[in-house]
């Protein structure tokens, strides 16, 4: 008797919030309908901060344009940001995704790491979703998904500008210390056959665990043993910013190269100035950069957010303004394949002062084409170098 | 040799922290014998309530960590008052969700109140000194010598005290020390206090070297959980000695085997030693 009373309740509960979910899907009062966008990222554990910057930017370009919502075939849209946390995990990511397909059904969904998004790729053709991945992550485009876009450059890019640079100023003994994750070690197989090949030695290799290390003394004391030129560190900002301090602490005098998840400028805040970072190259940090609408961009962010902003909130306020546009130029809100294919006239179309970055077109494989920049600290300033 | 000594060093910095918060978790399955998930959120809320005392109220980095200890140790004895108190008389299993369940709510709350954003907590002794070629800070010196200290001082607190040693007569019989007039109530608000001190002065012993964030805690509580494995369940020693052989096997580990395979050491180190001695090294004889 209990046990039908029981299955009587769930049932009851399931009913409930299936109707929830109808109502809700169903979305908006009369005239203006709504655009359901998906988000899935780390807002908690220890990927948070970073989950929450890429966020940011997103939020605040749904509320700019929700002030004035957007037409779509002569009916007027309003973009409605569904969040949810995977903490950092691909499993999360995958379910999340689930989740905003069949709850809010959203044509498009973020994803800000390579794990995540390649849970998505498992099935967003089938369920038609569009998968905006912010990584850097070269395979992310080269696994053949037709509805990906990447928006940051790939590392690959990198690999060559940073490696000469380091080697030029200060000489062929690199000690590779990346993080234990999976794109710590991609980037690392990259650039360490490089680095060879054009006469470099690998005097040291390890890696960092961020979410288990207290102390990096350990793991640098033996990686400066082998007297190397150049340091190969990255990971999130502040914690990359720790190593390389501890480094110097340890006597360490050469250079090093970032990898591009960490921003120089984030750096700064932990080590307070750049002359610990001296010779450092990495990524330009978004506060350097001057394309027509960043200044805008930077201003408005500080004002809400109280602080700098970092490339992943800026790349994320553009890609919302370059959905936007594509969705005008399609003129459907929901075929992910539609929109996927007007990404390009959403680029072409992108005001000029959203142009937080200068992003001339999209490659068949979903990557955006970025023009590759990079930054170096000498004499204790930042000097931005163009890259062919 | 100078590595070798760089790398004992480097091993005695990260050991003290480790001995330092496994010494709380262990006196706490003293008490309660369960293992308290909790443990790694009181470290982290001890590292922001001296980083804040710091930055917002302008103390001095010694003055901070004072404040910290006595807020984290009121919170926890609040932990112990409102939530493993009411609890003791149920299965051991409702304690460890409901302290998985305080970690859960600590690391949020520390989120919404102060970010998810990583702080640098400045250190008034961030000179770096160099002895015989080794190079030490003066933060490093500072985490050995005091962790010691608050060692000693604990262990006489413990033994030579009679109201340390309600404290150890409680953790060998709860009964028997109810029986013989202690007043066990009081022993375990002394304890929670306690522990939740350890926990804010390894945290804020250690943040100069690292950062303050909220998921800080797992930095050492995996560890610690090994550790009081390692040297016995509820063993004072035990967590003293057990913090300083992960904190080298660690660091002299990663220097002579395999950097990658440091943590990998320390869980065979583990398994080796509950082969010999399946109760830890330490372990307490019948009950």
């Given at each position: 008797m209990r046990k039908v009373k029981f299955l009587f309740i769930i049932s009851l509960a399931f009913a409930v919030v299936m109707m929830a979910a109808c109502s809700q899907s169903s979305g908006g009062s009369g005239e203006e309908k709504v655009v359901n966008i998906g988000y899935s990222g780390p807002l908690s554990g220890a990927a948070a901060f970073y989950g929450e910057n890429t966020l940011n930017g997103l939020k605040m370009a749904v509320d700019e344009i929700n002030k004035e919502g957007f037409e779509v075939e002569g009916e007027k849209y309003k973009l409605n940001l569904v969040s949810l946390d995977d903490k950092y995990m691909p499993n999360?990511?995958?379910?999340?995704?689930?989740?905003?397909?069949?709850?809010?059904?959203?044509?498009?969904?973020?994803?800000?790491?390579?794990?995540?998004?390649?849970?998505?790729?498992?099935?967003?053709?089938?369920?038609?979703?569009?998968?905006?991945?912010?990584?850097?992550?070269?395979?992310?485009?080269?696994?053949?998904?037709?509805?990906?876009?990447?928006?940051?450059?790939?590392?690959?890019?990198?690999?060559?500008?940073?490696?000469?640079?380091?080697?030029?100023?200060?000489?062929?003994?690199?000690?590779?210390?990346?993080?234990?994750?999976?794109?710590?070690?991609?980037?690392?197989?990259?650039?360490?056959?490089?680095?060879?090949?054009?006469?470099?030695?690998?005097?040291?290799?390890?890696?960092?665990?961020?979410?288990?290390?207290?102390?990096?003394?350990?793991?640098?004391?033996?990686?400066?043993?082998?007297?190397?030129?150049?340091?190969?560190?990255?990971?999130?900002?502040?914690?990359?910013?720790?190593?390389?301090?501890?480094?110097?602490?340890?006597?360490?005098?050469?250079?090093?190269?970032?990898?591009d998840q960490a921003k120089l400028d984030e750096m700064k805040n932990v080590t307070q100035s750049y002359d610990v970072l001296e010779g450092a190259v990495g990524v330009t940090p978004l506060i350097h950069t001057e394309y027509p609408g960043t200044a805008e961009f930077i201003d408005k962010y500080r004002e809400l957010y109280n602080k700098d902003p970092g490339s992943e909130a800026g790349y994320h306020y553009l890609a919302t303004y370059v959905l936007v546009e594509a969705m005008k130029a399609a003129g459907n809100v929901e075929d992910a394949k539609l929109i996927r294919e007007h990404i390009q006239a959403g680029l072409d179309q992108l005001p000029e002062d959203k142009k937080v970055y200068e992003i001339p077109s999209v490659e068949d494989d979903g990557g955006f084409v970025n023009l590759i920049r990079m930054a170096t600290v000498e004499d204790g300033e930042i000097v931005l170098k163009e890259v062919d | 040799m100078e590595l070798l000594l760089q790398q004992l060093f480097n091993g005695l910095t990260i050991g003290s922290v480790y001995s330092l918060v496994a010494l709380g978790l262990t006196l706490v399955y003293g008490i309660l014998h369960i293992p308290n998930f909790a443990h790694g959120a009181l470290y982290m809320v001890g590292g922001y309530i001296t980083l804040m005392m710091m930055t917002n109220a302008g103390l001095h980095y010694v003055l901070a960590i004072v404040v910290s200890i006595i807020v984290v140790g009121l919170l926890s004895v609040l932990m112990e008052r409102l939530v493993f108190h009411p609890l003791r008389d149920s299965p051991p299993i409702q304690d460890k969700v409901a302290a998985i369940g305080i970690l859960l709510f600590?690391?949020?709350?520390?989120?919404?109140?102060?970010?998810?954003?990583?702080?640098?907590?400045?250190?008034?002794?961030?000179?770096?000194?160099?002895?015989?070629?080794?190079?030490?800070?003066?933060?490093?010196?500072?985490?050995?010598?005091?962790?010691?200290?608050?060692?000693?001082?604990?262990?006489?607190?413990?033994?030579?005290?009679?109201?340390?040693?309600?404290?150890?007569?409680?953790?060998?019989?709860?009964?028997?020390?109810?029986?013989?007039?202690?007043?066990?109530?009081?022993?375990?608000?002394?304890?929670?206090?306690?522990?939740?001190?350890?926990?804010?002065?390894?945290?804020?012993?250690?943040?100069?070297?690292?950062?303050?964030?909220?998921?800080?805690?797992?930095?050492?509580?995996?560890?610690?959980?090994?550790?009081?494995?390692?040297?016995?369940?509820?063993?004072?020693?035990?967590?003293?000695?057990?913090?300083?052989?992960?904190?080298?096997?660690?660091?002299?580990?990663?220097?002579?085997?395999?950097?990658?395979?440091?943590?990998?050491?320390?869980?065979?180190?583990?398994?080796?030693?509950?082969?010999?001695?399946?109760?830890?090294?330490?372990?307490?004889?019948?009950?």
């Open positions: 999360e990511t995958a379910s999340n995704g689930k989740r905003l397909v069949q709850e809010n059904k959203t044509p498009i969904i973020f994803s800000p790491h390579s794990g995540g998004i390649a849970a998505l790729q498992v099935f967003n053709e089938m369920d038609n979703f569009l998968i905006v991945a912010y990584s850097s992550e070269p395979d992310i485009t080269e696994r053949g998904n037709k509805l990906t876009v990447r928006i940051p450059p790939s590392y690959a890019g990198y690999i060559e500008p940073f490696s000469t640079y380091a080697m030029d100023r200060f000489g062929k003994k690199m000690a590779a210390l990346p993080p234990v994750t999976q794109y710590g070690k991609d980037w690392a197989e990259a650039i360490i056959p490089y680095w060879e090949e054009n006469g470099g030695e690998v005097v040291h290799q390890a890696s960092i665990d961020f979410s288990k290390d207290t102390d990096f003394f350990t793991i640098l004391t033996n990686a400066l043993k082998q007297d190397p030129d150049v340091l190969f560190i990255g990971g999130a900002s502040e914690p990359t910013a720790k190593v390389a301090m501890q480094a110097r602490e340890l006597g360490f005098d050469g250079g090093f190269i970032i990898m | 600590l690391e949020a709350l520390a989120q919404l109140l102060w970010g998810a954003d990583y702080r640098q907590m400045p250190t008034p002794f961030g000179e770096v000194v160099n002895v015989f070629g080794l190079t030490l800070t003066l933060q490093r010196i500072i985490i050995v010598a005091a962790a010691i200290a608050v060692m000693i001082f604990l262990y006489w607190f413990l033994k030579k005290t009679f109201i340390g040693s309600t404290i150890i007569a409680m953790a060998q019989n709860r009964e028997g020390a109810a029986l013989v007039g202690i007043n066990t109530n009081k022993v375990a608000i002394l304890t929670f206090f306690i522990a939740g001190a350890l926990a804010a002065i390894g945290a804020s012993l250690t943040s100069p070297i690292n950062l303050v964030f909220p998921g800080m805690g797992h930095l050492v509580i995996l560890k610690a959980f090994v550790i009081i494995i390692i040297g016995g369940m509820g063993s004072i020693p035990g967590a003293i000695l057990g913090g300083y052989i992960l904190g080298f096997t660690e660091s002299i580990g990663a220097t002579y085997i395999s950097s990658d395979y440091k943590d990998i050491i320390a869980f065979v180190l583990l398994i080796i030693i509950l082969s010999a001695k399946p109760q830890g090294i330490f372990s307490k004889g019948g009950a």
